[in-house]
């Protein structure tokens, strides 16, 4: 399944939830489900598939994934210690894509992953272009001389989408963000029940 590249506002009144990550819009104006029946879904009520099923999109969709990636995701979580669904949200949140959102430099993560992509990013000092790499404890992101020149990046500081968490430490006087610590399993910025998650993969994977 492709990363998906349709109307987002969509999404979020289908999910009935605002996906930071997806879009700087919010779903509140619209509150009903898409569709010429929308109004009737509001009442109905969803299987427990259903319900694991919205909870697993909300996270593919915020963070732009295909299902091949959350599923790879996933598989990592579960080699790890702990609760899997908490593992798997860190796991997403260190994304570079997520970090140069979350810090402050692009208005949603569709926009970090093209700024990334096309080299105006560098890690730990290095130019990079892979929005997946995941980050660890210490390292160093922010854009390059020419990435921090532009109007988006620009206006984005001054205006971020969102509170920056306090896991990312900004250096306001060199651009330049750090990951001080791992997130948690609460760092996702909308609602979640990461047990339906869990849930929906045990079985499919």
């Known amino acids: 399944m492709s990363r998906y590249t349709g109307p987002r506002l969509k999404v979020l009144r289908a999910l009935g939830v605002d996906l930071p990550g997806l879009s700087r819009k919010s779903m509140q104006e619209r509150a009903q489900p898409p569709g010429q029946h929308g109004a009737r879904k509001v009442t109905a009520r969803k299987s427990e598939f259903g319900l694991q099923l919205m909870e697993k999109q909300?996270?593919?969709?915020?963070?732009?994934l295909t299902e091949r990636?959350?599923?790879r995701t996933v598989a990592d979580a579960k080699k790890h210690r702990?609760?899997?669904g908490d593992k798997l949200v860190e796991l997403l949140e260190r994304r570079?894509?997520?970090?140069?959102?979350r810090a402050g430099f692009a208005p949603t993560i569709p926009a970090a992953r093209q700024l990334v992509s096309h080299g105006h990013f560098q890690l730990n000092g290095k130019r990079v272009t892979i929005p997946s790499i995941r980050l660890r404890v210490g390292d160093a992101f922010g854009p390059s001389a020419a990435g921090s020149k532009i109007d988006l990046v620009r206006a984005t500081l001054e205006d971020p989408a969102l509170e920056r968490p306090e896991w990312i430490a900004?250096?306001?006087?060199?651009a330049t963000a750090r990951l001080s610590h791992l997130p948690g399993g609460d760092a996702a910025p909308f609602?979640?029940?990461l047990q339906r998650v869990v849930e929906y993969y045990a079985t499919r994977m």
């Open 58 to 64: 909300k996270l593919r969709y915020n963070y732009g």
């Open 69 to 71: 990636q959350l599923r």
């Open 82 to 84: 702990g609760a899997t």
């Open 96 to 101: 570079l894509d997520n970090l140069v959102f």
């Open 170 to 174: 900004l250096d306001s006087a060199t």
């Open 191 to 193: 609602p979640l029940d």
